[in-house]
């Protein structure tokens, strides 16, 4: 029928034969059963007639084979396989898919109130909607999906608005959670996988993205109870939750934030009322408040990060809530120290014998690694390494330090926090310390080979390089002839070593072991080089005024007062002064107490610190500025001209990392390089500096 030449050839008229059969099948047989069904019924004639369709189709198309490769190939028409479809398109699914729609949409609905329906038969149907594009999802899209979401968006949107009255935030959040798993089973059961991400978008739009603040700042139950009250599986929940919805961590984020704020500005207050009742008649327990300070903000410090590395799966917006929070209360004082003093006495106290804290190696290590990362929090870094430098010095010297391993431990770590140059002067002391055992070991073994070189005394001498230490006042003291020969045997001795070396001693870090031959016992002392001195004036007379000692130790006043109450007015009185007061006064007398006596052979007589906080604050303040000069010429060495706002906010950026620099202070500086003539500024335009090279 088909090979014939024209007009024997009958293809055109087979193939339109063959659309007009299918379109006579559907019309008389197909239409009228399914326009008498309804709902469900509907829905399962539909995929049965469609199902039979489909084999018609298969086969008819067999059939005519010879018409699909040569005929329609030739003209360009559409394919048997597709015109069966179109036939059944056009017939029954414009007709129908309105209610075969709204019958699927509310079977969806009976299911999402619990009711139980036949899945295979809504994924059968569904399935036509896709089929029938031939490859395109549009029918599907627009004749179902379209409507199917806004559905959802209704029905969620009539829950949430009940469940926000009723239900506390986590029976919320649970529900939630529930919803968002039934509508994934719902999309792997029966609806198309393309409509998962629009679908779980609706619901989450609706119950969370509509009520998010509702939700998080309910009165007994929302974001700030669940902190409080440490609910931690609820708040992985709400972090599971809120990361899908847009911008939703974000009010999440700041919530943790003021908690953490609030519960470590509660400390700071705790502390200072604490301190405020404990005068400072009981410095000791002034100084135990202050550890627990310290030890407190650690453990809050602990208790939030797990919260961050757990329950929020240590996302960056938790991390920088928790890193802002912090650098709000550490940076505030207590009682009138600052954290960055606190936390380097603090430090001391682990590491020096005989602290407040007794601990385990592993324990020491691992708080020390915490107090290194709350030292990030603090503005002033400077400071504490300055603290730090001063209580390590005393460590050191005094022999006060327990374990060199932990004073290396801990400068290794902050070297790692705040760069190499804020520990090299640390460093530099603890080595010293080693070269200094090493020295006294050589001068022993001098003196055992030189019996000329007799000092008379025992004697170690810790020899330290300058520019690591803190700076002591060195005052020329009148040293008792016993230890001149000391100083000049060592001194001897030292330049057998090296001859480019200057020795200055500082005599107020010095201590001495005197025997006191007191008319009950002879008892041994040990005092600092100072007491020493003024006691040993006492062998060559029997009774000195204030100006004679004072005189022959050539000292100041403050350090004589300081060094005769110890003596006289402390609790250990060797000596007896006239008139006997609490307070020492340049009128006063003193006489060596011969009736002295203790129940120890052996005794210890401190002499009171000078308090050194003022000095270090000064110390700072000094290193500050010639900081900023030096960035300030840094920065305008490389840009040459720069605006005065532009270079104050380089500055502060540059030095961040060490201190926060005031303006004003930069502003001070700036005048000053001017009058030394590193800048100038413009003619035209006074705000803008020029660099002078």
């Not at 198309?192 to 779980?200: A, D, F, G, V, Y």
């Not at 005094?398 to 640390?426: V, Y």
């Not at 007062?561 to 006063?588: F, G, Q, W």
């Not at 002295?596 to 303040?621: A, G, N």
Request: include cysteine.
């Amino acid at each position: 029928m088909c090979t014939q030449k024209p007009p024997h050839d009958y293809s055109q008229q087979l193939y339109d034969k063959y659309r007009e059969s299918f379109e006579e099948y559907i019309t008389s047989t197909v239409l009228p059963s399914l326009r008498e069904k309804h709902d469900e019924f509907m829905l399962r004639e539909l995929v049965k007639r469609w199902a039979n369709h489909k084999v018609m189709v298969r086969w008819l198309s067999r059939f005519f084979h010879y018409l699909d490769r040569y005929f329609i190939a030739r003209r360009s028409l559409p394919p048997l396989n597709e015109v069966g479809l179109t036939c059944f398109r056009e017939l029954v699914y414009q007709e129908l898919n309105a209610k075969v729609r709204d019958a699927i949409i509310s079977l969806i609905d009976q299911e999402r109130e619990g009711e139980q329906i036949d899945r295979a038969l809504l994924k059968n149907v569904l399935d036509i909607f896709v089929e029938i594009g031939m490859g395109q999802m549009d029918y599907y899209e627009n004749d179902f999906e379209a409507t199917m979401l806004k559905d959802t968006a209704a029905y969620y949107s009539r829950k949430a608005s009940n469940w926000i009255l009723d239900d506390s935030c986590p029976d919320y959040m649970l529900k939630a959670e529930e919803c968002l798993k039934r509508e994934k089973d719902r999309v792997s059961h029966y609806l198309h996988s393309s409509s998962e991400p629009k679908l779980l978008e609706k619901v989450q739009h609706e119950l969370l993205s509509v009520c998010a603040n509702r939700l998080l700042e309910k009165e007994h139950s929302g974001c700030h109870a669940l902190l409080r009250d440490d609910k931690v599986e609820d708040l992985s929940r709400m972090f599971r939750l809120f990361s899908k919805i847009p911008r939703g961590l974000d009010p999440v984020s700041g919530i943790f934030k003021q908690h953490v704020t609030a519960e470590g500005t509660a400390l700071v207050k705790l502390a200072e009322d604490a301190a405020s009742n404990k005068k400072a008649d009981k410095k000791d327990v002034v100084g135990m408040q202050e550890q627990l300070f310290v030890r407190k903000v650690i453990e809050l410090h602990d208790k939030y990060l797990a919260y961050v590395n757990d329950c929020f799966q240590n996302h960056t917006l938790f991390h920088k809530a928790l890193k802002e929070a912090f650098e709000v209360f550490c940076n505030k004082g207590v009682a009138g120290s600052s954290s960055a003093e606190l936390l380097a006495t603090f430090c001391d106290n682990i590491l020096k014998k005989g602290g407040s804290e007794k601990l385990s190696d592993e324990a020491i290590e691992e708080t020390l690694e915490k107090v290194v990362k709350l030292l990030a929090y603090i503005s002033d870094k400077d400071l504490f390494a300055e603290f730090y430098r001063k209580k390590l010095a005393r460590r050191l010297l005094f022999d006060k330090s327990a374990n060199d391993d932990h004073e290396r431990s801990i400068l290794t770590k902050l070297k790692q926090q705040c760069g190499g140059q804020f520990t090299s002067k640390m460093e530099g002391m603890v080595t010293d310390l080693t070269l200094a055992r090493e020295n006294q070991t050589n001068f022993e073994e001098y003196l055992s080979n030189n019996p000329n070189a007799n000092p008379g005394i025992d004697l170690t001498v810790t020899v330290l390089t300058t520019g690591f230490w803190p700076s002591y006042k060195s005052f020329d003291l009148n040293l008792p002839a016993e230890m001149i020969k000391c100083v000049e045997v060592f001194r001897d001795f030292y330049q057998t070593k090296t001859k480019h070396r200057k020795l200055t001693w500082i005599y107020s870090l010095g201590t001495c072991n005197l025997i006191g031959k007191f008319e009950p016992k002879t008892m041994e002392l040990i005092v600092t080089t100072y007491q020493a001195s003024a006691l040993l004036l006492f062998n060559s007379s029997d009774r000195l005024s204030y100006s004679d000692i004072m005189t022959q130790l050539n000292l100041g006043d403050d350090d004589v007062v300081r060094l005769l109450h110890s003596l006289s007015c402390a609790k250990y009185k060797i000596l007896n002064k006239e008139p006997s007061t609490k307070t020492i006064s340049s009128t006063d007398h003193f006489e060596f107490n011969s009736n002295f006596t203790d129940k120890m052979r052996r005794i210890k007589i401190p002499l009171p610190p000078v308090d050194e906080k003022k000095k270090v604050i000064e110390d700072v303040d000094k290193d500050r500025r010639y900081a900023i000069d030096a960035s300030i010429v840094r920065i305008m060495k490389s840009r040459k001209v720069l605006g005065h706002q532009q270079l104050v906010m380089e500055c502060v950026e540059q030095l961040g990392r060490m201190f926060k620099p005031d303006f004003k202070a930069i502003k001070k500086r700036i005048e000053d390089l001017i009058t030394r003539d590193y800048l100038e500024r413009d003619k035209d335009n006074p705000n803008v500096f020029r660099y002078l090279a």
